[in-house]
Nanobody, 126 residues
């Protein structure tokens, strides 16, 4: 599967953005999808993940209450709605796919994801 992340941009503190992760290739609904981010000089970190069907989600503490993940398997797209953005949310955001059996949990370790999009820059000014 190939992934394309989009929707990033330059916003102000408190603004909202919606990122999209669109896939090409078959069997999109067989993949858990995770969003990660990487700020300059920092390691890539897990933000949020969603299961194959969309019935389960997992949020990092930094995302709880501010970000919402959803997916539309018919459109092969996962959305990350981000609200209440802060300067510390500034990073390149990546989506990734984990080809997982349905009972597997959503993974937080980026090394366990097989496919990655190219990333989209989110910059939040103070």
């Amino acid at each position: 599967v190939q992934l394309q992340a989009s929707g990033g941009g330059l916003v102000q503190t408190g603004d909202s953005l919606r990122l999209s992760c669109t896939a090409s290739g078959p069997s999109f609904s067989r993949y858990h999808i995770g969003w990660f981010r990487q700020a300059p000089g920092k390691e890539r970190e897990f933000v949020v993940g969603i299961s194959r069907s969309g019935s389960s989600t997992d949020y990092a503490d930094s995302a709880k209450g501010r970000f919402t993940i959803s997916r539309d398997n018919a459109k092969k797209t996962v959305y990350l709605q981000m609200g209440g953005l802060r300067p510390e949310d500034t990073a390149v955001y990546y989506c990734a796919a984990d080809h997982s059996i349905i009972s597997n949990p959503i993974k937080r370790n980026p090394l366990e994801y097989e496919y990655w999009g190219q990333g989209t820059q989110v910059t939040v000014s103070s």
